[in-house]
C-alpha cells in the first residue's frame, strides 16, 4: 500500500521521467525512437524467415494458424520481458545522481523504466492484432485476457527487477549474468518451438516452472485458443504463488540494501 502511494503521489514526476527515459535511450542515433521498435520487428522477420522459410516449422496443432501470428505472441510478451529486466537491473547505477538525494523515493526509478518499455509493447500488441486480422483471426473477448497477462508480466519483472538492481549496485556484474541468463531464457521457453513437441516426456513439467511459460502459453492460449487463464488450473496457481514469494523476497532484499546505496554509488 506504501508503495502505491508513492506512485500516485509521484504519477506526473514518473511520466515526465519515464518519456525522457524512452528519448534518451536512443540519443546519440540519426532515427532515435524509431529504433525502439525497428529492432523488434526486424528480429521477428529473421526469426519467421529461419524457421518458416529456411526450416519449414510450422504452427503447431492443426496447420490453420499462420506461423508469423504464432511466432509473434510467443516473441511479444518475451520482448517486453526481457527488455524490462535489463534496463531495471542497472537502474540505480544509471541514475545513481537521484538515489544519493535523502528527498527523492527511489522507489520510483524501476518504474519509470517499466514505462518506457511499455510504451513500445502496447505498439507491437497494436502491431500484432493487425497482423492477425490481416489473417482472418479478429478480436473476440477472449482478446481481454492481454491485460491480464500483461500484468502478470509487470508484477514478474518488477520483483525480479527490484531484487536484481538492488543487487547490482554491490555486484557490478549483476548485468551481465542477468543477459546471458535472458538468453538461455529464450531457448528454454517455448518461444520459437512448441511444448507440444515434448508434453509427455519426464522433464516437461519443469519447463513449467519457467514463469514466462505461463505468461508466453497465456498469450496464445488467448489469442488463438479462446481459452481463459482460471482454466489452466495449477499452472495460474504456482505462478501467483511464485509472483507472492518473489515479492516478499524483492521487498526484504530492497529496503535491507536500500540504506547503503548512497555509500557504494
Known amino acids: 500500500m506504501r508503495f502505491l502511494q508513492i506512485l500516485k503521489e ?3 514526476l514518473i511520466w515526465f521521467l519515464s518519456v525522457d527515459d524512452l528519448k534518451k535511450r536512443y ?4 532515427l532515435g525512437i524509431f529504433w525502439a521498435f525497428v529492432q523488434p520487428c526486424v528480429t521477428i522477420l529473421i526469426y519467421w524467415f529461419v524457421f518458416q522459410v529456411g526450416l519449414k516449422s510450422t504452427a503447431p496443432g492443426n496447420g490453420n494458424i499462420p506461423f508469423i501470428v504464432w511466432i509473434m505472441c510467443g516473441l511479444i510478451p518475451w520482448f517486453f520481458f526481457s527488455d524490462c529486466l535489463n534496463t531495471i537491473t542497472n537502474v540505480f547505477i544509471e541514475y545513481s545522481y537521484l538515489v544519493k538525494k535523502v528527498v527523492f523515493n527511489i522507489e520510483i526509478l524501476p518504474v519509470i523504466k517499466l ?3 511499455l ?3 502496447l505498439f507491437f500488441i497494436l502491431l500484432l492484432l493487425l497482423v492477425m486480422a490481416v489473417f482472418g483471426y479478429f478480436p473476440t473477448i477472449s482478446f481481454l485476457q492481454i491485460l491480464y497477462y500483461l500484468f502478470c508480466s509487470i508484477a514478474l519483472v518488477l520483483s ?3 531484487i536484481f538492481s538492488s543487487i547490482a549496485v554491490f555486484f557490478r556484474d549483476m548485468g551481465q549474468f542477468v543477459q546471458v541468463a535472458l538468453q538461455a531464457g529464450m531457448w528454454l521457453t517455448p518461444i520459437l518451438w512448441a511444448f507440444s513437441t515434448i508434453e509427455g516426456n519426464w522433464f516437461a513439467p519443469i519447463f513449467k516452472l519457467n514463469p514466462m511459460f505461463y505468461i508466453v502459453e497465456g498469450y496464445r492460449t488467448a489469442l488463438l485458443d479462446g481459452i481463459w487463464f482460471w482454466e489452466r488450473g495449477w499452472v495460474t496457481v504456482y505462478f501467483w504463488a511464485l ?3 518473489l ?3 524483492a521487498n526484504y532484499v530492497f529496503n535491507k540494501l536500500r540504506p547503503h546505496f548512497a555509500d557504494v554509488l
Open 119 to 121: 510504451v513500445v509493447h
Open 247 to 249: 515479492t516478499i523476497v
Open 160 to 162: 525480479l527487477g527490484y
Open 243 to 245: 509472483i507472492l514469494l
Open 27 to 30: 540519443a546519440g542515433s540519426a
Open 115 to 117: 514505462i518506457s518499455c
Open 10 to 12: 509521484n504519477s506526473k
